[in-house]
């Protein structure tokens, strides 16, 4: 059978193509008037004063860490210091940690929600005091980590907080954004999160010193940081210097502008957020009642009208049943699947060094990694959809483990 229901689908309307066009006829292919609307009104939406749009929620992630390196007001923050995080989560959190030079450090999450587990993480700042100098939550599909108990262990312990919040575009914590909670935050607009644009991601911070160093680091550690360059109208504030501020590099830095047609395609989504995350709850909310019979085999997702989500995560709770057996076949009836990540230190190659140190010292992330998948519940799902959903499951459950 074709695939019927996928994790994520895309349908380019009016207002997209339109504001692509505007910028093909205006010639204008590198950041120029729409990046700068873009971040305009996206840290507008998440409630922060400054936005850095770059080219991915990777790249936000590891601009964000180098800039943390270069602000002279954290000396904590160097490479080899300690970041505590999640390692349940999209690898590009880990990598960002260790391409930075960093040490990642894991602690257990909770099993329902994916979130840090605040108990491990005073239990990590407790056990080992040195080198600590950042904690990195991921708010993954949609959860948002308890933020109020992070940024009080930080401050206790004298570190900084930077949100992951690649999957979270809107999620509310005690009615604020995720995103909005700590020093800074990335965010990924990659295909199959909630506001899709393919490729481009971004920081927000309400620190202007941070958000200036980001915009030198992704501008391969250019002297220079104006939100929009003044050299031709003749305002630039190197004017009277003797070398141009464009080419002149005092950071070592990284290629992570984003394109002025991916702010395009971000731009009309921005304004359309609220109407996505309403149809993705709907969903959700749908969903959990018609597998609810079945809710001894699978761990279903916690429902919260505050959770902007990012899919459907599952986790297989029953030892008879097979994850891989229980994806292969949702997906000849139609659903497509994804392994919820795995366990970062012992379950992804890449990290097969931190095995040993780790294995067995993450039980609920080794489960979770080991049996939890996702399906999805985009906006563009119609009630046939998840009738289809429905069936998969009920289907799977006849034929037995
Ligand atoms: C939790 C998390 N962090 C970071 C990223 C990286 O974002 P990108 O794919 O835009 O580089 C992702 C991507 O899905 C993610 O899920």
Same mark, same amino acid.
């Given at each position: ?24 006829? @205006?010639?204008?292919?590198? #950041? ?27 790249? =936000? ?38 391409? /930075?030079?960093? @040490?990642?450090? +894991?602690?257990?999450?909770? &099993? ?18 040195? %080198? ?16 109020? =108990? ?5 401050? !206790?312990?004298?570190?900084?907080? *930077?949100?992951? =919040?690649?999957? =979270? ?5 005690? %009615? ?13 607009? +990659? ?30 550690? !250019? ?13 630039? &504030?190197?004017?009277? /210097? #003797? ?10 830095? *990284?290629?992570?502008?984003?394109? #002025?047609?991916?702010? /395009? ?23 959990? @009642?018609?597998?609810? &019979? ?11 009208? @505050?959770?902007?989500?990012?899919? +459907?995560?599952?986790?297989? !709770? ?9 994806? /292969? ?15 970062? &230190? ?10 040993? !140190? ?32 429905? #069936?998969? *499951? ?8």
């Amino acid at each position: 059978m074709t695939i019927r229901v996928r994790i994520g689908d895309i349908r380019i309307g009016e207002e997209e193509t339109a504001s692509v066009l505007e910028s093909l006829a @205006e010639g204008r292919l590198s #950041e120029g008037r729409k990046t700068r609307e873009f971040e305009k009104r996206w840290a507008r939406y998440i409630g922060k004063k400054l936005c850095v749009a770059l080219n991915s929620g990777s790249s =936000a992630l590891l601009a964000g860490l180098h800039a943390l390196i270069h602000d002279d007001r954290r000396p904590k923050i160097r490479p080899g210091c300690k970041v505590i995080t999640s390692p349940v989560t999209y690898a590009a959190t880990s990598n960002a940690i260790v391409l /930075a030079g960093m @040490e990642p450090v +894991y602690v257990d999450i909770d &099993p329902c929600t994916f979130t840090l587990d605040v108990n491990r993480v005073e239990d990590a700042l407790r056990g080992d005091r040195k %080198g600590h100098a950042l904690i990195l939550p991921v708010h993954l599909m949609g959860y948002v980590n308890d933020m109020d =108990a992070l940024n009080g262990l930080a401050s !206790r312990y004298g570190l900084s907080v *930077f949100e992951d =919040a690649a999957q =979270a575009h809107g999620s509310l914590y005690r %009615g604020r954004k995720a995103g909005s909670l700590s020093d800074l935050a990335g965010h990924s607009f +990659y295909i199959a999160h909630n506001i899709q644009v393919g490729e481009m991601g971004a920081v927000v911070t309400d620190d202007d010193a941070l958000a200036r160093l980001i915009r030198r680091i992704k501008a391969n550690g !250019r002297r220079c940081d104006c939100r929009i360059c003044t050299r031709s109208a003749g305002t630039c &504030p190197f004017r009277g /210097a #003797e070398y141009d501020p464009r080419f002149t590099h005092d950071l070592v830095g *990284f290629n992570f502008k984003t394109s #002025e047609l991916h702010a /395009a395609i971000a731009i009309p989504q921005v304004e359309r957020a609220g109407a996505i995350i309403r149809a993705r709850q709907h969903n959700v909310r749908t969903l959990n @009642e018609r597998l609810e &019979p079945f809710s001894e085999i699978f761990q279903l997702p916690v429902f919260s009208d @505050e959770v902007s989500y990012l899919a +459907y995560p599952l986790v297989v !709770r029953d030892p008879k049943w097979s994850r891989e057996k229980i994806m /292969a076949s949702l997906e000849r009836s139609g659903v497509e699947t994804r392994p919820l990540f795995g366990c970062i &230190p012992t379950q992804q190659p890449a990290y097969r060094h931190l095995k040993e !140190r780790y294995e067995g010292r993450l039980p609920r992330a080794e489960f979770v990694g080991a049996n939890g998948f996702y399906i999805g519940c985009h906006q563009y799902l119609e009630s046939a959809d998840l009738d289809c959903v429905e #069936e998969a *499951f009920r289907s799977l459950v006849r034929k037995g483990p």
